[in-house]
Structure formats: structure tokens, C-alpha cells
């Protein structure tokens, strides 16, 4: 295990992977209680629009919980993604098939990427992340497939990764309404709801999924594509190790 250089008072700071959705904002809403400084990384790429739609979405949670507990950083990920998707592609395409181009997987595993690197270097020990059961097709959310292995990268190097509404029923839209977030209820569709990133690929693995599981049985999809994140996720941390020897070794 990897330790941070510097010790920060326990609950000060927290990062949140934030698209300015109902579940990444109720994340952020909700660690507003038990944190003094909530950092909003807020990502984009090639494929990605609207990348500062989400800072509307930050400015509603400063004026409920305070101008200064919140920050924002818009943080172009693309090389962290390319490295992934592209980093001993042959291998990956003989062994896994289609299942290397599970674009949304390699995706959100970039952006956690980019999450341990923010956070080492600025010595953050917390991170949530705005994961629910639900979306159990996407592999970064589900915990057989690729959640609990990236905890566990998290571990490695000392910040702990948690998912504070993946395991609760609660209704992103309704609870942000009681928090006086958003002005209503039922809030997705509606002409307010233009605060979060779009991706123009989603609807590609949207598809992947639907044809792999039109010739293949849920349960191998799980399994086959926790074998595959596997590997990519023991990839990004060597990477990371590599990368710190390297900082180290320039000091």
C-alpha cells in the first residue's frame, strides 16, 4: 500500500466525480454534512458536450450549503481514456473480443484514474462517487464486474472510495427537492434539467450491451467482463506506481 506524503485532518476534504446529475449532486449534497471542502471534478473528452453545464448545478449547492464549500474542476481525462482503450489493444481484442471495446467500462475506470491522481497530489483521502445499483449493466457500477476491484485500487494507495446511494432506494430527485436543491419533484426531462455533461458514445454501449446479451447469458457478461476490468484495473495501477517512482525519483 501507497501512503500519502502529507496527513490531512480526518473529513476535510472530499473529491466527488460530479456530472452535475441528480445522483452525483445528491453525493455531493450529502458529504456537505460530514465535510468542511467538497471538490467537484467535473470530467470531459473527445465525445464529450456540455462540459460546463454542471458548474449551474455547483452554484444551486453553494447557495444551499455555502460559497466556500464547494469547488469546481473541469479535467480533460482524454489521454487517461486513449492509454486505456488503446494500451495493449491486440492482446485485449484476442483474448475478450468485443468485450475490449466496452467503451462506458474503460471510460468511467479513466476518470477514477484521473480521480487517485488528483487526489494524491493534492493529499485527499476521501472520494464518493454517485454509483446506484441500478445501472448494474454499466461495469464501473456494478459491484461483480468492476466497483469492488476499484475500491480496492483506491485502498492501494491510501483514499477510501465510497458510494453513499448505491445501496438505498432513495430517489435522487425527491431528496434533492427536500433539500431545497431543486425546485421540483420530478425534475429529469424537464427545461431545468440542462446542468449535466453529455457523452455522444453512451448510446454506442448502450447497443454493445444489448447485442452481447442478445447471444450471450447475463451471468457471462458479469463474468467475462469482470476478467477483462481485471486486468485494465491492475494496468492503470502500475501505470500510477510507475508514475510516482518516477515523481520520486525527480525530488
Not at 231 to 238: M, P, R, S, T
Request: charged share 25%.
Amino acid at each position: 500500500m501507497i501512503s500519502l506524503k502529507k496527513t490531512i485532518e480526518k473529513n476535510e476534504v472530499l473529491a466527488c466525480l460530479f456530472s452535475g446529475g441528480c445522483d452525483s449532486t445528491l453525493v455531493a449534497a450529502l458529504g456537505a454534512r460530514n465535510f468542511k471542502r467538497i471538490c467537484l471534478l467535473i470530467y470531459t473528452r473527445f465525445g464529450f458536450f456540455n462540459a460546463k453545464n454542471p458548474l449551474q448545478m455547483a452554484e444551486l449547492l453553494r447557495r444551499r450549503f455555502g460559497k466556500d464549500t464547494f469547488i469546481t474542476e473541469i479535467i480533460k481525462f482524454g489521454p487517461f481514456f486513449k492509454y486505456i482503450q488503446y494500451h495493449n489493444y491486440l492482446y485485449y481484442l484476442r483474448k475478450y473480443g468485443t468485450l475490449s471495446m466496452s467503451i462506458c467500462g474503460l471510460c468511467k475506470l479513466a476518470m477514477h484514474w484521473q480521480t487517485i491522481v488528483y487526489c494524491l497530489k493534492n493529499s485527499i483521502c476521501h472520494v464518493h462517487d454517485g454509483s446506484v445499483k441500478d445501472m448494474k449493466a454499466f461495469p464501473a457500477q456494478n459491484e461483480k464486474i468492476a466497483l469492488d476491484n476499484i475500491k480496492k485500487l483506491y485502498a492501494y494507495f491510501s483514499i477510501k472510495l465510497e458510494t453513499p446511494i448505491f445501496d438505498t432506494n432513495k430517489q435522487a430527485e425527491e431528496e434533492l427537492y427536500k433539500l431545497k436543491i431543486i425546485p421540483l419533484k420530478k425534475y429529469k426531462g424537464t427545461d431545468l434539467d440542462n446542468k449535466q455533461v453529455s457523452c455522444s458514445q453512451q448510446i454506442l454501449f448502450t447497443n454493445f450491451v444489448d447485442s452481447y446479451l442478445s447471444k450471450h447469458p447475463w451471468e457471462e457478461y458479469v463474468t467475462n467482463s469482470a476478467r477483462f476490468l481485471d486486468e485494465k484495473i491492475e494496468d492503470v495501477k502500475q501505470a500510477i506506481i510507475k508514475n510516482i517512482q518516477h515523481d520520486n525519483s525527480l525530488q
